[in-house]
């Protein structure tokens, strides 16, 4: 077993080698997906409408389809009459044109017959049985939504690298189509280490915890946009996280992150495992999280995060989940600056991510730097981050956040 580690880096430089091993995920694939399947994935290229919007001239009120000739002197005072000789639902067909000298009701989205040119607001007129009496003068073209008005055929829809929302589906899917044309998501397995884990759910006997970091670390791949293709768990026996990791090839993984199995003891199967192939296992200068490491099996890359939960997210968060993002079109994390709400105190040479909560004076710590206080975790809604340099900071102090 290694007794060193193969690096020392700060938080910066570990981004950065992080950010380098992962650069090949940027070239993506495409797939054509249906469109109830494609929220939140990428466009792979600008999607065009194969048809104009609206299809059809349409009415944008419930009204009377009119010529506006024909009621151009209409005034509530001089009302101009004209026949009611029908109705224009929305629905499948063309309505016969419109004859001279009549009117016909009209519904909103209803298709506007051929002579008509103008819609009278159902407010703007009154009914008198067999006739209509149009109240304002409408002006040619007054509520009635042109054929193609919205978007010509062949045009822009959405953009390509356009991360899809509701809107994006709507738009789709009212020019006709069913599918659409996205980049495949990076597909990631997550593997939990050690001997003393057992699944959630199960019974835990003396010395055995249940596992939080398969589910919180898929979570937060899912999250930012990635695919899960597998989520396993090991003893911390070499031959058996060998075989997981084949099992994630050939799961079709492009990224591996694993927990435990990182720190200088012993019975720490990963770096037993991926040192002899090449693997740098280390120290960067931060707390929690200090332990990290880099490797590759058959060629895909593999991050190795520390077991403890707290270490295990926050080390997503800061190396994986920005690389995701970006590729998943999803916004950066929020930063801001906040002041302090209480004194504290940090060790100087670590970059502290303390859990945090607004409350009355600014924002304050939830618990303590240990890597083992999950439920603080959970309790957090930001991080305080607390510079190498700084060892103690005074209520008032302006701190560094990042929204969780």
Same mark, same amino acid.
């Given at each position: 077993?290694?007794?060193?580690?193969?690096?020392?880096?700060?938080?910066?430089?570990?981004?950065?080698?992080?950010?380098?091993?992962?650069?090949?995920?940027?070239?993506?694939?495409?797939?054509?997906?249906?469109?109830?399947?494609?929220?939140?994935?990428?466009?792979?290229?600008?999607?065009?409408?194969?048809?104009?919007?609206?299809?059809?001239?349409?009415?944008?009120?419930?009204?009377?389809?009119?010529?506006?000739?024909?009621?151009?002197?209409?005034?509530?005072?001089?009302?101009?009459?004209?026949?009611?000789?029908?109705?224009?639902?929305?629905?499948?067909?063309?309505?016969?044109?419109?004859?001279?000298?009549?009117?016909?009701?009209?519904?909103?989205?209803?298709?506007?017959?051929?002579?008509?040119?103008?819609?009278?607001?159902?407010?703007?007129?009154?009914?008198?049985?067999?006739?209509?009496?149009?109240?304002?003068?409408?002006?040619?073209?007054?509520?009635?939504?042109?054929?193609?008005?919205?978007?010509?055929?062949?045009?822009?829809?959405?953009?390509?690298?356009?991360?899809?929302?509701?809107?994006?589906?709507?738009?789709?899917?009212?020019?006709?189509?069913?599918?659409?044309?996205?980049?495949?998501?990076?597909?990631?397995?997550?593997?939990?280490?050690?001997?003393?884990?057992?699944?959630?759910?199960?019974?835990?006997?003396?010395?055995?915890?249940?596992?939080?970091?398969?589910?919180?670390?898929?979570?937060?791949?899912?999250?930012?946009? @990635?695919? =899960?293709?597998?989520? /396993?768990?090991?003893?911390?026996? &070499?031959?058996?996280? $060998?075989? !997981? +990791?084949? %099992?994630?090839?050939?799961?079709?993984?492009?990224?591996?992150?694993?927990?435990?199995?990182?720190?200088?003891?012993?019975?720490?199967?990963?770096?037993?495992?991926?040192?002899?192939?090449?693997?740098?296992?280390?120290?960067?200068?931060?707390?929690?999280?200090?332990?990290?490491?880099?490797?590759?099996?058959?060629?895909?890359?593999?991050?190795?995060?520390?077991?403890?939960?707290?270490?295990?997210?926050?080390?997503?968060?800061?190396?994986?989940?920005?690389?995701?993002?970006?590729?998943?079109?999803?916004?950066?994390?929020?930063?801001?600056?906040?002041?302090?709400?209480?004194?504290?105190?940090?060790?100087?040479?670590?970059?502290?991510?303390?859990?945090?909560?607004?409350?009355?004076?600014?924002? @304050?710590? =939830?618990?303590?730097? /240990?890597?083992?206080?999950?439920? &603080?975790?959970?309790? $957090?809604? !930001? +991080?305080? %981050?607390?510079?190498?340099?700084?060892?103690?900071?005074?209520?008032?102090?302006?701190?560094?956040?990042?929204?969780?």
């Amino acid at each position: 077993m290694p007794g060193s580690a193969s690096f020392r880096r700060t938080v910066e430089a570990h981004r950065d080698a992080v950010r380098a091993l992962l650069a090949p995920l940027h070239e993506r694939t495409h797939e054509s997906v249906p469109l109830e399947d494609a929220l939140n994935r990428v466009t792979s290229h600008a999607v065009t409408s194969p048809v104009a919007l609206p299809l059809f001239r349409n009415s944008q009120m419930d009204g009377i389809a009119v010529r506006a000739a024909e009621a151009a002197a209409a005034t509530a005072e001089a009302p101009v009459l004209l026949p009611l000789v029908g109705e224009v639902a929305a629905a499948p067909g063309e309505p016969a044109p419109l004859v001279p000298g009549t009117a016909v009701r009209i519904m909103t989205g209803a298709p506007v017959p051929a002579g008509a040119d103008a819609v009278a607001r159902v407010e703007d007129t009154e009914d008198r049985g067999t006739e209509v009496a149009i109240l304002v003068a409408p002006t040619p073209g007054l509520y009635v939504r042109q054929a193609g008005s919205d978007l010509a055929a062949g045009a822009e829809l959405v953009p390509a690298g356009c991360r899809l929302r509701s809107r994006h589906l709507a738009a789709l899917a009212a020019a006709g189509l069913t599918h659409v044309d996205v980049q495949t998501s990076v597909r990631v397995a997550i593997i939990s280490t050690g001997s003393e884990l057992v699944a959630p759910g199960a019974e835990a006997g003396p010395g055995e915890l249940f596992d939080a970091n398969g589910p919180a670390l898929a979570s937060a791949a899912r999250s930012v946009g @990635a695919e =899960v293709v597998l989520s /396993g768990r090991v003893r911390d026996e &070499a031959e058996e996280f $060998a075989a !997981l +990791l084949d %099992v994630a090839r050939e799961a079709g993984a492009e990224l591996i992150v694993t927990s435990g199995g990182v720190s200088m003891g012993e019975h720490e199967v990963v770096r037993e495992v991926l040192e002899p192939r090449g693997a740098l296992v280390g120290s960067v200068a931060m707390q929690p999280g200090g332990p990290q490491g880099t490797a590759e099996w058959e060629g895909i890359p593999v991050l190795c995060f520390p077991g403890n939960p707290v270490s295990s997210q926050l080390s997503f968060e800061l190396f994986v989940a920005p690389v995701l993002r970006e590729i998943a079109a999803l916004p950066e994390a929020v930063h801001g600056r906040e002041p302090l709400a209480h004194a504290l105190d940090s060790i100087a040479g670590k970059r502290q991510y303390l859990r945090g909560a607004r409350g009355d004076g600014g924002v @304050a710590t =939830v618990s303590g730097p /240990g890597s083992h206080l999950v439920a &603080a975790l959970a309790a $957090a809604e !930001l +991080l305080i %981050v607390v510079p190498e340099h700084v060892t103690h900071l005074e209520p008032g102090d302006i701190v560094e956040t990042v929204e969780l």
